[in-house]
């Protein structure tokens, strides 16, 4: 079925932080592109006017985009702006005004989930809801419950074909690549499960700490943050059977089914941690028990997936910034050709700073085939950034209606269900030293071999 192009787009935030830095960069590129070519209508509550909001977009390009001048004469006449507040419905009847002949507009809530409810309501009564999309970003909630809660909360007004739940990570290049690399190779497919793989990590680091967001991280925490949904969506796209279908459905299915194979996490298989120093942050509370990493194991209890551990951990002030998927296989037999401890296959996947997908060998050393030293056959290597920045990529996708890299509601609640018991069990924080590797604790739950821990520049990362 062709899905109707979305003939405006309105968004709540206009003036927001969010707007200014990656909302109107990702609009002047698809209107350098030919992707944007109907009303983007701005709703805020600022006291400003139309030629304020311009000159706030045209800042934020200056700083943040690169302003192109034809490209901001062409969004500049579409920009619009209604300016009220989002519990009166005389700012949603202005709204309507600004739609004109609209019939399938795309809303953009980029404001926080507390306000979410408001708006729907007051689109829905205002009649703007009517044949419309729903774009909004994350959280979706902060546990399962209040997940339930914002999800009947949209569909109140909109079926769930017409919500588009962003989470950015999705639409980056190399994870694309990464899926793409997946499938379009039939060597890979039959050493890609239980027989063959060894143990799966994936490690998020970041070598900075909150950045002046205590009052936000406080409320979050790493497992909030990242893990329950940039890195599942990534062990998602490792673990899932190849759909059966190209259409977005069918995609979604398969990532729903990865889910459904987790248990909840126990325990017994998180290791939380604080950066010392971290309630010294302006925001955060003394004596504040959110972890600013967090290492955990998960296994997927399906028939591809069986026995095989998936590693997590995600970071502040650790050594790198880095996001890598590392898949080690199975040791070969001990033959003549491989005496002693053999260095482990594995394929590697970097998601950024660059993009790298790279293969892990062993060959021999000259004049000893017995004896063999590791080395990487790299596949694919991109510099950053990305062709699309994600912003373009997500706003775009979801004015065609393309619901591939959106995040579906039953994902969303058993996403939830794996990491909601942990959220309520208060498990112990370890502090750690900055710019380390996390808790020792961490070590406790590492894979087969240690971690992997993503030196960048490193043509063998340790441990392989």
């Not at 293969?359 to 017995?370: H, K, L, Q, R, T």
């Not at 393309?402 to 208060?426: C, M």
Request: hydrophobic letters at 40%.
């Amino acid at each position: 079925m062709t899905e109707t192009h979305s003939d405006a787009l309105v968004f709540f935030g206009a003036t927001g932080d969010l707007a200014y830095k990656k909302i109107f960069p990702a609009l002047q590129a698809m209107v350098k592109r030919g992707a944007l070519a109907v009303p983007v209508i701005g709703v805020a509550k600022a006291g400003w006017n139309l030629d304020q909001l311009k000159d706030r977009a045209k800042d934020s390009l200056e700083k943040h985009g690169g302003l192109d001048a034809a490209a901001w004469e062409r969004l500049s006449s579409l920009l619009r702006y209604v300016d009220g507040d989002y519990a009166d419905p005389a700012t949603f009847a202005a709204v309507r005004k600004e739609l004109g002949g609209a019939q399938h507009p795309a809303h953009y809530l980029a404001i926080p989930p507390s306000l979410f409810e408001k708006v729907v309501d007051q689109l829905m009564h205002s009649g703007s809801a009517k044949g419309a999309r729903m774009i909004v970003e994350k959280p979706f909630g902060h546990d399962l419950a209040s997940a339930q809660e914002l999800n009947q909360i949209l569909l109140r007004a909109f079926p769930e074909r017409s919500i588009f739940r962003i989470d950015h990570y999705l639409a980056k290049d190399p994870v694309q690549s990464m899926v793409s690399f997946r499938f379009a190779n039939s060597f890979l497919e039959p050493l890609w499960n239980r027989d063959h793989i060894d143990s799966v990590q994936i490690t998020m680091a970041e070598s900075f700490g909150v950045q002046g967001r205590g009052a936000f991280y406080d409320q979050t925490g790493a497992m909030r943050d990242v893990i329950q949904n940039h890195l599942f969506q990534l062990m998602c796209n490792l673990a899932m059977e190849s759909p059966a279908r190209r259409d977005s459905e069918s995609i979604r299915d398969e990532k729903v089914k990865v889910l459904k194979a987790i248990s909840p996490i126990g325990p017994g298989n998180l290791v939380r941690g604080q950066f010392r120093g971290y309630q010294d942050e302006p925001g955060v509370a003394k004596g504040s028990r959110t972890e600013t990493f967090a290492a955990l194991r998960l296994e997927i209890a399906s028939w591809r997936w069986a026995g095989v551990p998936f590693y997590i951990r995600a970071g502040k002030n650790l050594p790198e910034t880095c996001t890598e998927v590392m898949t080690r296989f199975k040791r070969p037999p001990m033959t003549k050709f491989s005496e002693g401890e053999m260095p482990q296959n594995y394929i590697r996947f970097r998601i950024s700073p660059d993009s790298t997908i790279a293969m892990g060998v062993s060959v021999a050393v000259a004049g000893d085939d017995a004896r063999r030293h590791p080395t990487e056959l790299v596949a694919s290597s991109e510099p950053y950034p990305e062709d699309m920045e994600p912003y373009e990529r997500v706003l775009t996708d979801a004015l065609i209606g393309d619901s591939s890299i959106f995040a579906r509601q039953d994902y969303v609640e058993e996403a939830w269900r794996i990491v909601d018991p942990v959220l309520r069990d208060g498990t112990p924080v370890h502090p750690y030293e900055v710019h380390s590797w996390g808790p020792p604790e961490a070590m406790k739950l590492a894979p087969p071999g240690g971690w992997v821990d993503p030196l960048l520049g490193a043509c063998i990362p340790a441990g392989a």
